[in-house]
């Protein structure tokens, strides 16, 4: 995810040599504050196992409405993207916050979704390329009585499959996990001095 921020502690234990009074070698990071790269522009195709469009400012509401409080310049360029890829099919899904009962949270959330897709209709976005979807409270972001509570009011973008382009983006992501995994066994069964053939 651009422009966030992480704490990364990795921990490693190479259990060659289990029997020696540490386990073998072993150790961590320690914590590790990370931040990732900065969006160049206010929405940006994210190039993961489950492609998405992520907004550099997250599509906030109102409470108990389903008018955009925040983030509603990113929808310009949303549509940029959308049109950049034609064959590109988006499921635009509406969250609350806590508090309200189940089915009102559905409700208010599938009412914020197809705002959005309104919104996007006026920016010259086909409705049949857009799938909205209330998903009410049932995937915050933000845990109830923080200060960041209020941000699961929000609608998000997923890339939804069967066009080339979710095809593409999604195999390039386990292509990534697949050589980043790979590299990472390789590196774990390196024993200085030796050489590792694989059959």
């Known amino acids: 995810i651009p422009d966030e921020d992480f704490i990364v502690n990795v921990e490693w234990r190479f259990k060659g040599d289990a029997d020696a009074s540490d386990g073998g070698w072993q150790g961590a990071s320690g914590n590790t504050n990370v931040r990732t ?3 160049p522009h206010a929405a940006a195709l994210l190039r993961s196992r489950v492609p998405r469009i992520h907004l550099r400012e997250v599509l906030t509401f109102n409470s108990n409405k389903d008018t955009i409080k925040g983030g509603a310049a990113a929808l310009p360029e949303v549509a940029r993207i959308m049109r950049e ?3 590109l099919t988006l499921g635009v899904d509406g969250h609350v916050n806590f508090g309200q009962k189940p089915h009102a949270a ?3 959330s599938a009412a914020r979704a197809k705002n959005v897709c309104r919104r996007l ?3 010259g976005v086909d409705l049949s390329r857009l799938v909205p979807q209330g998903l009410g409270y049932e995937r915050p972001r933000y ?3 923080t200060k960041f509570a209020s941000r699961n009011r929000r609608v998000e973008f997923r890339v939804l499959p069967g066009s080339p382009l979710f095809e593409r983006l ?3 992501a386990e292509a990534r ?3 980043v995994n790979g590299v990472a066994m390789a590196e774990s ?5 030796s050489t590792l053939h694989a059959s």
Do not use: C, H, K, T
């Not at 069964?189 to 001095?193: D, H, L, T, Y």
């Open 189 to 193: 069964f390196s024993v200085p001095g």
């Open 177 to 179: 996990r697949r050589q």
């Open 106 to 108: 559905i409700e208010l």
């Open 37 to 39: 790269a900065p969006m």
């Open 85 to 87: 890829n034609p064959g």
């Open 121 to 123: 209709r006026d920016l």
């Open 170 to 172: 999604a195999a390039e």
């Open 143 to 145: 845990p109830r009585g």
